[in-house]
C-alpha cells in the first residue's frame, strides 16, 4: 500500500489544481476497485480534502464496497464518521462526501453483523445531516435489533423512526412493547410507553388490538390504572374490538390493583358480549378475584362456569386452591382435590405444591404426607418449592431432625437449595434451640456460595440469643459488613433490640450503646422511631429508668433532628406514655422532667397531657411484678429445653420426644402400623406401602362422589361460605323448595333455595357452623320451575356426626 500511494503521489506531482485532484479521485477509484483499500483510503484523506462532495462520490463509493466485501466493517464505519465530521468542522454546510446508498449498504451490514451501536450512530449521523433514511431502512434496523434482543439500541431507532415521521412496523412496535415487561427501570419503561402512545398517534389506520394488549400489560404490571383506563378509551375511540386476550389483560390488571369492582365489571362485560369466556379468561378473573381477597366471588364465578361446562380445567382449579390456602381452608383444598380426581382433570406439580402449602398453613403435615404420596404415584416428581414449603412447615414446629432430612434428600436428587431454604432451616433451628444445627446449616450455606442476607442474619442473631450467646449476637452483627460484605440494615438491628427487650439485664445496655454509637455515625442511615422506640419501651419495661431518660434526651430533641437529618423526633409516642407510666409506678420524681423535656420539642398538647396522664397513671398503680426483676423475665417458648429468652423451659420427656417423632400418618386413616421412614424425609415411592389404602385419596373418591351433586349446585367446600356479587344474577333461592329438617343440637337455619335464572351461581342465605366433616342423604326431590330442566334431583340434608373420609 505504501508503495502504491508513493508511486500515485509522484503521478500526481506532474499534475496542478483541479487536474490534480481529479487524477487523485481517479486513482482512488481504481485503488479501490483493485483491493488495495488501504491506499485509496490514505489518497482521499490527503489529497481530496478541499474537493467537492459531487467529485469524490464515486470514490468513496467504490471504497465503502471494497471495505464490505472484504468485511471490514470497522474501516467503512471510521470512513462514514469522519466523512460527518469533516462536513459539520467546514461550518456545517458541506455535505458528507460518502453518498447515502453507501451509507445505507453500511447500515444493513452492520445490522446483519449485530453491530446494533453503530448502526445507531450511523442513523443518528444521517437524520442530523438531514439524509433520512426510508422505511425499509429504518425498520429493517429495528427488526434487527429486534430479533437480537438489543431492545435499547431498538428503542433509540423508533424513537429516531418517529421524530422524523416515518412510518414503523406495527409488528416490531408490538414486541418492542412487550419488551418493557421484563424491565425494572421505571425510567425506561415510560421513555417506552410515550413511544408506543406517538406510534398509536400517528398510525392510527395500522395499530391493531396486538399493540393495544402489549401497552395494556405494562400499564397493568407498573399499576398505572389511569393510563390504562385512557388507553381502553382510546381504543373505543379509534374502533379496535377487544378479544378475549384484551379482557385477560385488563382483568389481571385490576387484580394486580386489587380492584374487584373492575375485574366484576369486566367479567360482566365479557358475559354480556358473550366474548372471552373461555377457562384462559376465566383463570384470569379468578386470579384477581383471589389477588383481591375475594375468594367467594372466586367461587360464585368458578359455580358458572361449573353450570357451563368449562370447569374442567387445572389452572382453574390450582388457582382456586392458592385462594384457599390464603385463608388456611384446608377441608375446602381437600374437596377441590377430590372433584379433580372425580373429574378426570389432571394435577400438575403446582396443584400439587397448592396442596401442600395450605397444609403447611394449616399446621397439617399429616395430610401433607398424603399429598407428596399420590404427587409420587401420579410420576410427578417433588421440585425445590416443594421441599421448601415442606422444610417451611417442619420449621414451624422446630422439628430439626425431618427438616435437615429433606434438606438432604433434595441434594440428592440434584436439587439445589437457595436462601429462602436456606433461612427456613435456621428459622428451624433457633426454634428447636438447636445451635449446633443451625450454625451447621450457615457454614453450608457459605460453602454453597449462596449469599447470606439481612434476613439470614437476623435469623441468625434469635438462634444465639435462643442459646443465650448474647456477646456472640452482638459480635456476628458487627461482623456482618467486615467479614461477609453484608451491611446490616434495620431489620437486623430491629431483630436484635427485640431480643434484647426479652432478655433484659446487661443486654439492654449493650442496646442502649449500640443505638447511641449509630446516632454518633452519620452515614448509618438505619435509625428510625422503630428502633429508637423498641429500646426505650424496653428500658422503661425492665425499669432501667435512667438509661431509657438519657435516651429520651438523646433523641427526643435537637441532637434527634441532628441525627436523623430530618425535623422530625426518633422516639414514637407509645414509647414515651410507657416511660412516663413506668416513672410514675416506681415513684420516680423525673416524671415531670421528661414533661418538661417534651415540651421543648415538637410534641403537641394533647400529647404532653398523655404523657401526664401515664405518669399520673403510674403513680395509681404502683410498680408491676412483670417489670420487678430482669432475672424473672421469661419470653419465648422453646421446645427443647431451657435458653436465655426460656429459662424456665424444661427439658423434654422421653415421652414428648417419642410423640414428637411419631408417624405422619394421621391415626384415623390407618389401619396398621405405618411409620415414617427415617431415611426418607417424604412419602417416597418404595414407602407408599407403608400407608395403607384406608386413608388413600382414591379411597376417598366413593364418599365424595355421594354428595358431590349437592357440591354441584351450591359450590360449596368445607368452611368456605359463597356469597353473590353485585350483578351476577345471584338471588335468593326459591321458596318451592322445602325446609331441612333441623338436626339434633344444631341451631335453626333458613332453607336452601337456589336460584330460578339459568346458568346462575348459587348464594346461601345463612349458613349453621355445622361440621364440615359430614356425610349428606337423600330427601325429597326437587320440583323444577315450568319450563326449565330440573337443576337439582334430590335435596339432601346434612347428617352431624358422619366422618367425610
Known sequence: AQASFSQVKIGLGKHSGGAMVEEAVHCALSLAQGGDTDAAAELLRCECQAAPAATVAPAYQALIEAYLREERLDSAFEVVMRGYSEAGGAGGDSACVVPVGSQEALLRAMSHAQQHRRAVEVLRAMCNAGLIPGDTIFNGVVDASVRSRAYSEAWDVLELLLSHRRRADKYFVSILTKSLESSSDRRWVRRGITLVDQFIERQQDDVDEIVFNSLLNVLGQIGDM??????????????????????????????????????????????????????????????????????????????????????????????????????????????????????????????????????????????????????????????????????????????????????????????????????????????????????????????????????????????????????????????????????????????????????????LGRAAALLEDLARKRSAKVLDQVLVGTVVTACARHAKLDMAMRLVQNFAGACARRSSGSGSNLVPFDSLRALGEALGAHRDERGEELIELLQASAYSAAQLAQVR??????????????????????????????????????????????????????????????????????????????????????????????????????????????????????????????????????????????????NAAPAPVKRMKENRDENVEPAAPLKPRPGQAPKLAEKRQLRPGARLI
Open 226 to 507: 389511569q393510563k390504562l383506563a385512557q388507553t381502553l378509551a382510546k381504543m373505543a375511540e379509534y374502533r379496535v374490538a377487544p378479544s378475549a386476550v384484551t379482557y385477560g389483560t385488563v382483568v389481571k390488571a385490576y387484580g394486580r390493583a386489587r380492584d374487584i369492582e373492575a375485574v366484576l365489571k369486566v367479567w360482566q362485560e365479557m358475559r354480556s358480549r358473550c366474548l372471552g369466556v373461555n377457562p384462559v379468561t376465566c383463570g384470569c378473573v379468578l386470579d384477581a378475584c383471589v389477588k383481591c381477597g375475594h375468594l367467594d366471588k372466586a367461587m360464585a364465578i368458578f359455580q358458572e362456569m361449573r353450570l357451563s361446562g368449562l370447569h374442567r380445567n387445572t389452572v382453574l382449579y390450582a388457582t382456586l386452591i392458592k385462594g384457599l390456602a390464603k385463608v388456611r381452608n384446608l377441608m375446602g383444598a381437600v374437596h377441590l382435590y377430590a372433584e379433580m380426581r372425580m373429574e378426570a382433570v389432571p394435577c400438575n406439580l403446582v396443584t400439587f405444591n397448592s396442596l401442600i402449602d395450605v397444609c403447611v398453613r394449616c399446621g397439617d403435615l399429616q395430610t401433607a404426607a398424603l399429598f407428596v404420596k399420590d404427587m409420587i404415584e401420579v410420576g410427578i416428581e417433588p421440585d425445590l418449592i416443594t421441599f421448601s414449603t415442606l422444610i417451611k412447615g417442619y420449621s414451624h414446629i422446630g422439628d430439626v431432625n425431618k427438616a435437615l432430612a429433606l434438606k438432604n434428600q433434595l441434594m440428592l436428587r440434584g436439587l439445589k437449595c437457595d436462601e429462602i431454604m436456606y433461612n427456613s432451616l435456621i428459622d428451624c433451628c433457633a426454634k428447636a434451640n438447636s445451635l449446633q444445627h443451625g450454625l451447621s446449616v450457615f457454614d453450608d450455606m457459605l460453602r454453597s456460595r449462596v449469599a447470606p442476607s439481612n434476613i439470614t442474619f437476623s435469623i441468625l442473631v434469635k438462634l444465639h440469643f435462643e442459646a443465650g450467646l448474647v456477646d456472640e449476637a452482638f459480635l456476628l452483627v458487627e461482623k456482618m459488613l467486615s467479614v461477609y460484605q453484608c451491611p446490616p440494615s434495620r431489620i437486623v438491628y430491629t431483630v436484635l433490640f427485640r431480643c434484647c427487650e426479652k432478655v433484659g439485664g446487661p443486654a
Open 613 to 758: 396522664a401515664a405518669y399520673a397513671e403510674g403513680l395509681r398503680l404502683g410498680p408491676r411484678s412483670s417489670t420487678a426483676s430482669d432475672d424473672k423475665e421469661v419470653v419465648a417458648e422453646s421446645p427443647q429445653g431451657p435458653s436465655v429468652l426460656n429459662p424456665a423451659a424444661a427439658p423434654c420427656s422421653e415421652e414428648h420426644v417419642q410423640a414428637h417423632e411419631a408417624p405422619l400418618a394421621p391415626e384415623s386413616r390407618t389401619t396398621g402400623d405405618c411409620h415414617w421412614p427415617a431415611q426418607h424425609p417424604y412419602m417416597a415411592e418404595a414407602d407408599c406401602q407403608a400407608y395403607s389404602n384406608d386413608f388413600c385419596m382414591n379411597a376417598y373418591l366413593p364418599a365424595f362422589q355421594q354428595q358431590h351433586l349437592m357440591q354441584q349446585q351450591m359450590g360449596y367446600y368445607g368452611e368456605f361460605n359463597l356469597w353473590g356479587y353485585s350483578g351476577s344474577g345471584l338471588e335468593d333461592f326459591p321458596s318451592e323448595l322445602a325446609a331441612a329438617p333441623a338436626a339434633t343440637e344444631a341451631p335453626e337455619t333458613e332453607p336452601l333455595r337456589y336460584v330460578g335464572k339459568e
